[in-house]
């Protein structure tokens, strides 16, 4: 805000104003609004929607087969160029790790990263040095990557908003895009916002041998009384409701 205070007092008072932003939260839109006199707002797409030449899959899988299950789709599916989001930053270089292992070139940015390492990594991904970028959100913001085709969500982002902000990657510019979102038991709570957010249902598949466990590894358990078991059966049977006649084996 000081930035743009010390700007607007040596500008003209008699001018036109135009402000450009790739997102537009009610804080920053008050903001702006002070600023100016008399505002016209133009959008290029509705707040919060995704381009309709996106196509959105996801897939539900045990949280210990994800890694796998990302390494099948870039190598079964020739894959030659993905952005692939993490939460943490140690989950980024972790998987970029794991996938060098599969045989997968990949390379990781995040805020750990130098700005050099960054730059790096972003010009071997775009000029196909490497075929996988891991990257968490606040790396992440603002890249611009031409003709990239594919966008994964490896965790489910916190904030529903980021999820449109991640798709929003590829499928730029009218050209077609794939955005893949791999679901874990302990991560289906956050589908809900994204759905409510885009006001739709997230199409969903299962891939034979990636299908997720009736129940989730982390949360086996022997209770020692029958109350106890009925009790877990009453969780697994709210945690899957979700899934319930949307996903299809392929």
């Not at 008050?30 to 100016?36: D, E, H, S």
């Not at 270089?93 to 790096?120: P, W």
């Not at 009736?214 to 969780?235: F, I, W």
Request: glycine share 6%.
């Amino acid at each position: 805000m000081p930035d743009i205070q010390r700007v607007l007092r040596h500008l003209n008072k008699e001018r036109q104003t135009l402000f450009f932003s790739a997102t537009f939260n009610t804080q920053v839109k008050a903001l702006a609004y002070k600023l100016l006199k008399q505002p016209t707002e133009v959008e290029a797409t509705p707040q919060n929607s995704t381009a309709a030449t996106v196509k959105e899959m996801l897939y539900p899988v045990d949280k210990q087969k994800k890694a796998a299950l990302l390494a099948y789709l870039i190598g079964s599916r020739n894959w030659q160029q993905v952005l692939v989001f993490t939460r943490t930053k140690e989950g980024s270089d972790a998987l970029a790790k794991e996938l060098k292992l599969d045989g997968i070139k990949a390379v990781s940015i995040n805020g750990d990263k130098s700005q050099g390492a960054r730059t790096k990594a972003l010009e071997d991904f775009k000029t196909g040095a490497v075929r996988a970028l891991i990257a968490t959100d606040v790396a992440a913001r603002g890249l611009d990557i031409p003709q990239l085709d594919q966008v994964v969500n490896f965790d489910m982002p916190f904030k529903a908003e980021d999820y449109v902000h991640r798709i929003g990657r590829t499928g730029r510019a009218g050209r077609e895009g794939l955005a893949v979102s791999l679901m874990c038991h302990d991560q289906e709570y956050l589908l809900a916002p994204i759905e409510r957010l885009l006001d739709r249902r997230l199409p969903q598949e299962w891939l034979a041998g990636f299908e997720p466990s009736a129940t989730p590894v982390e949360e086996k358990e022997k209770p020692s009384r029958r109350r106890g078991r009925n009790r877990d059966k009453q969780k697994m049977k709210a945690k899957l409701k979700i899934h319930a006649g949307r996903g299809k084996k392929k």
